[in-house]
C-alpha cells in the first residue's frame, strides 16, 4: 500500500513537471511532450488532429476536400492511399503555382502538356488517374489549399 501511495505521488509530480515544462517551452517535441502525450495530456490546441485550430479560409477548404478529395487522399495528408500523400505540395509546386492551379481542375491536361514532374507522377500512380474538377473556382482551390497545409502542420 505504501508503494502504491508512493508511485501515485510520483505520477502525479511527474505529469505536473511536464505540463510546467511544456508550457514553458512549448516545444512539441520535446521529451518532455513525448513524456506528457503518453499521460494523454493536451497541452496545446495543436496536439491533436481534432483541435486543430483551423483558419475560416480552411474550414471551408475542409468541407471541399472531404466531398472531392478524401475518397483518394488521406485526410492525415502523410499516408498515402489511393492517391499520393499531399503534405509538402507548396515544396513540390514551388514557383508552379498557377499549374498547381490547373492540375487540380485537370490534372490529365497538364499530364498531356509534358511537364516533366506531372508525367512522372502519372508514370507512378498508373493506372490510378485524379478525377478532374472543372467547376472548382480559383477561390475554393486557395482553401483546399490552406485546409492541406494547416493539417500537415
Ligand atoms: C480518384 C482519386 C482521386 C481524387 C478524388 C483526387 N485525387 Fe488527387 N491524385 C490522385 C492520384 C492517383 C494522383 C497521382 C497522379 C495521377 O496518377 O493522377 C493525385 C495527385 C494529386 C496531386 C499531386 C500530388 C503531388 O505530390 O504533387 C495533387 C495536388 C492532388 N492530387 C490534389 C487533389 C485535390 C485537391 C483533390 C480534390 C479536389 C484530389 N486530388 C482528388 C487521385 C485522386
Redesign the pocket.
Known amino acids: 500500500m505504501k508503494l502504491f501511495k508512493f508511485l501515485c505521488y510520483f505520477i502525479a509530480l511527474d505529469i505536473g513537471c511536464t505540463i510546467a515544462f511544456c508550457a514553458h517551452t512549448k516545444y512539441d517535441n520535446s521529451p518532455a511532450y513525448i513524456l506528457a502525450e503518453s499521460y494523454e495530456v493536451q497541452l496545446t490546441p495543436q496536439a491533436h488532429a481534432s483541435t486543430i485550430q483551423w483558419s475560416d479560409q480552411a474550414k471551408k477548404g475542409k468541407q ?2 472531404r466531398s ?6 488521406n485526410k492525415n495528408m502523410v499516408d498515402q492511399m ?5 503534405a ?2 507548396e515544396d ?2 514551388e514557383g508552379r503555382e498557377r499549374l ?1 492551379y490547373e ?2 481542375r485537370n ?2 491536361a497538364v ?1 498531356e502538356s509534358g511537364d516533366t ?2 508525367v512522372e ?2 508514370r ?3 493506372p ?4 478532374a ?1 472543372p467547376n ?1 473556382e480559383d477561390e475554393d ?1 486557395d482553401a ?2 490552406a485546409y ?1 497545409k494547416e493539417a500537415s502542420s
Open positions: 471541399l476536400f472531392n478529395c478524401a475518397a483518394c487522399h489511393t492517391g499520393p500523400a499531399l509538402g505540395l513540390r509546386w498547381l492540375w487540380i490534372s490529365r499530364m514532374y506531372a507522377l502519372y507512378k500512380w498508373a490510378t488517374e485524379m478525377n474538377f472548382l482551390i483546399i489549399l492541406i
